[in-house]
T-cell receptor, first 114, second 112 residues
């Protein structure tokens, strides 16, 4: 059964620094991987989706990478800002030939210090 | 374009009471999902639907029922609420099963 882990559970970083959030998964057979952002008391917002055939995706100051063979993905945030403070979750979709459903990590709570 | 909306936003129930949570989406998505989010447990799939008139069980379906009579609506029912169902409930929708999911703002439910 697929397991998705995000370590650390919480992270504090001074404003302006570049940072990396980690996501690991146990089964390398995936269809795609998504990164979401969740603000306190709000729903999830999709940030980036990486297909299994891709190595990375970029959106503004965000860059997500995928290494299927090692079961790892990273979300790189450049020049962090206080507005980046939120919980970041990754989620893995199984291949089309499996009936399994999307599996979410428990998230990393990010706090950017002004 | 409102995306995914959920009603109500907050609700307090007594043990044994029933209620229905409503989810609506205006993106013409086929797939809709109900999740619960609990501290330390992450997001867990309760039920989902692959199209109008269909429903299927997710990871934690016990104690919940769902209906998808119209494509844009997905209802989650609790027939006899229990304190263990205290949680934040999220609805989501997607174009297909492995596409990006769009989430609603959530319903915070407390069962006393």
């Amino acid at each position: 059964k697929q397991e998705v882990t995000q370590i650390p559970a919480a992270l504090s970083v001074p404003e302006g620094e570049n940072l990396v959030l980690n996501c690991s998964f146990t089964d390398s057979a995936i269809y795609n991987l998504q990164w979401f952002r969740q603000d306190p008391g709000k729903g999830l917002t999709s940030l980036l989706l990486i297909q299994s055939s891709q190595r990375e995706q970029t959106s503004g100051r965000l860059n997500a990478s995928l290494d299927k063979s090692s079961g790892r993905s990273t979300l790189y945030i450049a020049a962090s800002q206080p507005g980046d403070s939120a919980t970041y979750l990754c989620a893995v979709n199984p291949p089309m030939n499996r009936d399994d459903k999307i599996i979410f990590g428990k998230g990393t709570r990010l706090h950017i210090l002004p | 374009n409102a995306g995914v909306t959920q009603t109500p936003k907050f609700r307090v129930l007594k043990t044994g009471q029933s209620m229905t949570l409503l989810c609506a989406q205006d993106m013409n998505h086929e797939y809709m999902y109900w999740y619960r989010q609990d501290p330390g447990m992450g997001l867990r799939l309760i039920h989902y639907s692959v199209g109008e008139g269909t429903t299927a069980k997710g990871e934690v379906p016990d104690g919940y029922n769902v209906s998808r009579l119209k494509k844009q609506n997905f209802l989650l029912g609790l027939e006899s609420a229990a304190p263990s169902q205290t949680s934040v409930y999220f609805c989501a929708s997607s174009r297909n099963q492995r596409d990006t999911q769009y989430f609603g703002p959530g319903t915070r439910l407390t069962v006393l």
